[in-house]
Structure formats: structure tokens, C-alpha cells
């Protein structure tokens, strides 16, 4: 099956581009020698070869695929033991021919290609190519038609891919429910956070990105686990696995630690669901997703108007970017290969051919402004955080200071922040939550962490 | 503690080197963009600067600290929270003064450095310094000169260290007890995996390598997880924590997946287990780590011997290098903040100035060839391998085909790979084991694995 659907990528990728491309996967990075990193092979690459071997290469032409690779070294086997030869990788991914990495060299060197990460990797696309090689969001000529190709085929999903994804999803979601189960006995973060991973690390699969497990979770990308877990504390946990072959899940859920919501924490995270819902709802093909992205805002405005935190029209709200002091960040991205995916490529994979970024504070940090189409994977993550930055700027802004009920808004200073994120495919009739199994409605979360789940 | 414990250590560089040096700590990873591999400073700055800081430099001349970093912008707060400043990381390791980094390339040019693995800091370090840089086993002149100097530092460990060491060692036996207990119920390799790193993640710790989790022992680095755990499966588990400040355990158990040691097993583990208690016997100051190989080397050959497994004098048989048929690694290495310490400098640090790798068999996979000095940190890590190519190979040597009993051999075929690894202290009077509390009497092992322990 891996090598059919290659087959058909490729075979896309023809319809494409009438020029040939070479894809490297680069390789692994030292982290204190002799230690390496866990490889991670370049999604480009990945998506076109379907196996992350090391240092390889990929040359694909009119339809055909080359894969240049070295065989490990015969005394390797000692350390690593038994490993495909060059031949059986190259009938499993449907290679039609296979050829030392070396001999790369030798081909043409008029082939479009796509920077990699890693430095070593680069320089050795630059000396392969012999000319320079820019940064993927400034490519030009060929380079840039092979990556908005790509992108056209990355857009959407073939079944190949959504299969994986959803064997992501699914580990993912076990790894939530074990971490609501370790809520109610952890001391600390850390804690949480090994209930979670090890059930990645169980299902053979990594974390598609570093876990964000926190009582804090008004620090969007927390990476500390180091705070004590407290009553009354809730539990932001974003964590995603990734499998084997690279494709990747995201999933965000926030519960309370000792299995009660308070009567603020609930009333906020009631507001957050709506909004989450309410989005989900509207996705189908043809809806813009940053009309998503606004119905997020204008949920939310809504919902602290009713709450007394806000106060004005909630639609005018959103017009003055009032709902981004409390969800400052997108209602999410793309998914696939990585987790926010083909943001190697800057704007252009999230963006559509002539839109760019908004210079609004309430629409800057959206990271996909597209028409959605059946086959395209994206989260679904609206939230609500009080950032202490954000808000004590706000009250000395004239702007801000008379829109926000500071008196009332202190009175849910328990809840510092909530985000509910799903992964969710743009199907042909309207949407499917990949994610669905783990629960997000409170009492039900509230089960899980009391152990009744 | 941390300021005293780092003036103290460039107290003592002062008294090797009398000119500046400059160490980088390097910058994260790109793993697949946006993401990143969870940031490890290099070692070298560690050492000195104590903590991890991304993307930051250290001068130290005379005795003096200067920290070179720049603290992160104001936005960053919205995704990373509130932060240290430089004035407070330069008061908590007790900085004598404290620049922005681009101030660096204002100072003379003439310190001393060492190469870091990122491609991206080492060309910074090119830049700042105006000169060429090798790879710090090819330095020359002052860099050289450094690189001697912090060897002779981090060869031995003052009681900073210590304390790190033993909080990595302590939770990696509870890592380990963690799998031992999982292996009785545990399908995968992946899930003893997942049980062992989770109880390093809820600690608050990182994996100081990656993980060997295998029913393949045979496989010196196998870092594979997808067989399946079977009964009569060996298990062999190679698991360290590293704290956040960086410093590193390293802990191989290898244990029955259903709780009990065959017969064979049982007698090649004890064979293992007897070369790893001799050769923690033997450890002391003034002792040849090599001396201490070589006597694993002979107990092998010994237990072997006995178990009819191979044939001859036992010292004859390890002058003929065929204890190296399945034990073709070393007895360890140092262990501090690399988990093979300093291994970034080549044979620099392992090898006392003089002494050079051995073309035999028996002896060139030897990491340590130093006389043994208190506060030395070693790993004592005998081991017994079937692995096919090395013994297929023997079998068609008249070296080695009439010395193994091959026919005897076939009996132990359940036994494919055993290794027992602790971490040895060198004190004044001997030594002192960092993971003593981890069981490793087979019948302890049983015992913990049954659900007893």
C-alpha cells in the first residue's frame, strides 16, 4: 500500500511540474556527542520516500522515483544490528531505480529542490546543486514551482495519510486520558506530563512537538513542568503524538486537577466549548477559515459579555480586537507531517496566493487564512488566558480600560487559561473529528479525572 | 552553592591556562519547523555557566565570569511567560559582569574556545573570533591548550556534581524499577519503555541518551521498540536520567520479561554479574581502568570456560581476544555531564596524554585508558552478546573455530544479550556505586519483576 499511494503522489506531482526535483531527508542532529537527537527525517522528504532514513535522497522525474542512499556499514551491524539493504528499502517504497548517495553528483543539476533544516544537509544540497539555495519562503524560479506544488498536494490528504493521522489521533487521545487520570493523585506537572508521554512511548510513536503540560496556562508555549499541581489548579495539557512515519496529532484539553471545575473555571470553560462547538459546526468546504477564526472571536465576546467581564455589542467587540485580550493566538492550523504544517515554508502553505498576514492584534497570529477543501486537515483550539502582560497593558490603554469589567474580571482569577483544540477533516458533507473519543464536555472530563470515566 | 561552585571552577582553570577563554552553549534544533529538539547546552559551558541558556556565551579570564546573552523580547512573555533577566542570571552564577551578546565581538580576539556541535553557533564562534576552528580533537595551540585544561577540571567531580550525579542516578533506579515492574504485563518493548522513561519525565528530567529497550540485547545499540515481549524473553534495558542542569546516569539491568531466569540464562548471567562485582572490587585510585577491562575480559573467559562454552586457559583465551567474541565492547566509561564524558574531544579525555587506541579485537572498543583518581565518575558495564555476525565470522576462523564449543553454545541460544551496568564513584579508600540501590541478584531482580519486590 506505501508504495502505491508514493506511486500516486508522485504521480501528481507530474501533473505538476515538468521539471525534476531532488528531496533530502537530512540527518541526525548531535545533541552531546556522541548523543544524537531521535532523527527526524524532513516531512518533504517523507511525504514523497514514506520512510525516514537517514541521509538520504530522493529524485523524482517525469513520475519515477531514485532514491540515493548509502548502506550502513558491514561492521554497523554489530551496534545496530540486521538493517534492510538499499534494495528491499527501495522495493518497499517502490523505488524505480536505487543508487549510492554519492552518485547524486553525477545526475543533471538542473533539479528544483527545497532547503532542509539541518546545516550539514544544506551545504550538502548547495554543493550537489552547485549554486546557492535560499530559505523555502524566498524561494524563486523552479524552486518555488516545486514548492507550491507541494503544497497543492500536502493541502489535502490521500488515505494513506489520513489512516496515519488517525492512528496519531487515537494515541493521542489515550495519552489525554491517561494524564486526566494521573491529575488526581499528582504533586506536580512533571508528573502529569510522564502519564501522558509514556502512553505515546508505549504505542511506539514520539511526541509530534514538546508537550505543553501546565497549571499555567496563560503561557502559551510553556515548556516548564516544574510548578506543584494544587487543588483548585487547572491542567493545560497539549500534547500530540507522531507516528513512526511522521504524521502527526494535536490535541488540547484542560481539566481540573482534583476533578472539580469551580464555578468560575466552569462558567469560563462553558464559554471556550461554545465557541470550540460552534466552530467546529461551520466546517465544510467552500467556508473560509478565517470566518472560523471570527466566529471564535465573536463566541468568546459573547460569552464574557453575558459573564459581565466584557462589556459593549459583542460583534463590535471583535471589530476592536477586544476578545484578543483573552485569545490573543489563531483558532489553529494546518495538520499533517507536522504538527503545524509546511510552516517551513513561511505564509505559503497557510495562506492563499495573494492574502497575507492581518496587522490586527485580534488577526495577526492566525496561521491559516484558506478556503477550506474536502481532505484538509486543521485544529480546531479556541481558548481563553489571562496574560498578565497583555491585560496590565490593556487597562492603561484608553482603548481597552472601559471595555473590560476589571472589578468582575478579578473574581475569576482562578482561571488563568483554557484551551480546548481538536483535530478535525474537511470532509466532502461538512466534518469529522479525528479526535472525537476524548471527552471535552466538563462532567464528562470531570469523571475521567474522579476516576468514574 | 551554584556561584561558590562555579568561582571554584574557574578559580582552578586560572591556575592552568593564562589567557581568555570563550565557551558558547549553542542554540536549539530545528526539527521539523516550527518545532524544535528541547534545547541542551553544550557541556563545556555548563561546566562553567551552570545553567542551561540558549543561545549564550561565557568569557572567563583570570578568574573572572563574563556572561554574553540577550534576553529575550518583550513579546516573547505572551508565549513563554515571565523570564529572568540577565542581571538576575548573571547574580545566580555569580557573574562578574553581565553584555548583551553582540558586545562580544567587541572584545580582543584572542581567547581560547572550543567547537560546538551546531553548525549555526560554531560559524558565530568563526565570526566572533576571526579565525578558523577546528574540531576539538584536531585543536591546536591555545584552544588545545584549553581543552587540556578543562579535562584535567572535569575528569574529577567537586561536590556540585556529585550531588547532580547521584539525583540522575537515583532516578533512573527508579526508571528501572518502574520497568522491571511493567515487563511482566507488557506486550512491546515500547511499553517497558514507556513505563521507564515516564517515571524520568514525572521527575522533571530528560533521557541523558536514547534509550536501549530490547529483547535483542544482541544489538549493542538497538534503539528499535517494536518486538513484541514474549516469555523467556530477556529484556535488556539501558536507561539514564540527565537532571536539568545537565548531568548524566547511565544504568543497564537485564531481566527476565516473565519474572524468571531460565536455566542458561541464569548461568550466563551469573557469569556477567561476577565480572561486574570483581571489577567494582578492583576500583581505586591508582588502578588502570584497562586492568579492570581486561579482568571482566578474564572472568568471561573464565565463566565460559566453566560452562563448557569455551575451551583453553582463561588468560591464554583473552590474549587471543575470544572473551571479545561476546564481549566486544569496553568495561565503560566516564560519566559526568556527557554520558560518555568528553567523548566530543576524541580520545583526548579517555586516553591519558600518550596512550592511544588498540588494534586488538579485545581491547580497541575500549573507551577509558586512565589511571583512576578519586572523584573519577566510571561505568562498569560487562556484557555477553550472541551476535550472528561476529560469531558467524568466528566459526569460519581457525582462530577462533576450535576454541568455541559450538555445539555447547546452541544450549544457550535463549541467552541472546546480557549486559549489568552501574555507576562507580572513585573515593579516596575505593569506590562508592551511585546505583547501588537497583537490584541486581538475579534473585532480587525476579523478586521485583514478580510483583514481590
Redesign the interface.
Known sequence: MLASTLRQRRHNLKQKIDFPAILWSGGA??????????F?A??HFLYFAGLPLENAAIRLDDGKLELYWDEPP?ES??????QSDRDEIAAQIGADAAYPLPELSDRPRDAATIAV????TYQQQINTLNRSLSSPHESEGRDLTLIKAIICLRLTHDRHALSELQKAANVSVEAHQAGMRKAKIAK?E??V???M????????MTC???SIVTV?G?????????NPVEAGDLILADVGAETPLGWAADITRTFPATGKFSPTQRDIYDVVLAAQKRCIDRVKPGVEYRDIHLLAALTIAEGLVDLGILRGTPSELVDRDAHALFF?HGIGHLLG????DM??LGDLAGYEAGRQRSDRFGLGYLRLDRTLRSQMLVTIEPGFYQ????LQRAQKQDKYKKIVNWERLAKFADTRGIRIEDDVLVTESGCEILTEKLPKVAEHIEELVMGNG
Not at 551491524?77 to 540486521?82: D, K, M, R
Not at 533544516?117 to 550539514?120: F, G, P, S, V
Not at 508521554?197 to 511506539?204: C, F, G, L, P
Request: charge should be negative; charged fraction near 25%; aromatic fraction near 8%.
Open positions: 542532529r548531535s545533541r552531546n556527542f556522541p548523543n544524537t537527537y531521535p527526524r524532513s516531512s558491514e551491524t554489530l551496534w545496530h544490528g540486521e533544516q539541518d546545516a550539514t506536580t512533571a508528573e506530563r510522564g502519564a508521554e509514556s502512553a505515546i512511548i508505549a504505542n511506539n509530534s512537538y514538546n499555567r496563560e503561557v502559551l508555549h510553556n515548556e516548564r513542568y516544574d490573543p507531517l507536522d504538527v503545524h510552516e517551513d496574560v498578565p502582560a497583555l
